[in-house]
């Protein structure tokens, strides 16, 4: 009778366990994707207007992008002066980002590490990944299309081309950019520059 007892108490006491596990991921996946707590932080020379490196004009760009039609390639540019964009994008990223690149863009462990498989783990989108390692134009063509589609990689990175429109996969890469240091955003600009010339 006792043995009983002690099963029983064990099986109750697993249970309980494991719903109390379950609820935590519950309450902590809530929290990181509901919240709006200020995870991501946006440098601070961003708070004021700064000059595009645009080649044409931003109202064209903008309203090309509103209206959902596909972007010209020469027109893909990440747009950091624009605080309602970036805060779209923010939104977007936790949407539909964070849970493969992590809450505050960090990627998932071992992402560096080559399975024979190509890199299916989720690189980080802070200054430690190789994000900012590629132009606009490239980044937007990942998103758009996956790391395997008109980009030419090979990646497990899903194509975003039916779920997020060419304005909100602009927002969220600006976002991204946005939490990027100084000098390796100037790095990145850099290499939209040698994109260009080509």
Not at 154 to 174: F, W
Request: glycine share 8%.
């Amino acid at each position: 009778m006792l043995l009983l007892s002690r099963n029983k108490y064990s099986r109750i006491m697993g249970a309980l366990t494991g719903f109390y596990a379950v609820g935590l991921l519950v309450l902590g996946l809530g929290y990181s994707f509901f919240s709006d707590s200020n995870a991501y932080k946006i440098s601070p020379e961003l708070s004021e207007p700064q000059p595009t490196s645009i080649e044409s004009k931003p109202d064209e760009i903008s309203s090309k992008l509103e209206n959902h039609q596909a972007v010209d390639t020469i027109e893909i540019r990440l747009q950091l002066n624009d605080p309602d964009l970036l805060n779209n994008g923010e939104r977007i990223y936790r949407t539909h980002c964070a849970v493969c690149h992590g809450i505050n863009l960090e990627g998932q462990k071992g992402w560096n590490i080559k399975d024979g498989q190509n890199n299916i783990l989720a690189p980080p989108h802070d200054e430690t990944g190789h994000t900012w390692h590629h132009s606009d134009e490239e980044l937007f063509f990942i998103t758009k299309y996956g790391g395997a589609g008109k980009a030419g990689g090979a990646s497990a990175m899903p194509g975003y081309e039916q779920i997020l429109s060419d304005k909100e996969i602009i927002s969220v890469l600006s976002f991204i950019k946005s939490t990027w240091p100084v000098q390796i955003r100037l790095q990145q600009d850099q290499i939209n520059e040698q994109t260009v010339k080509k």
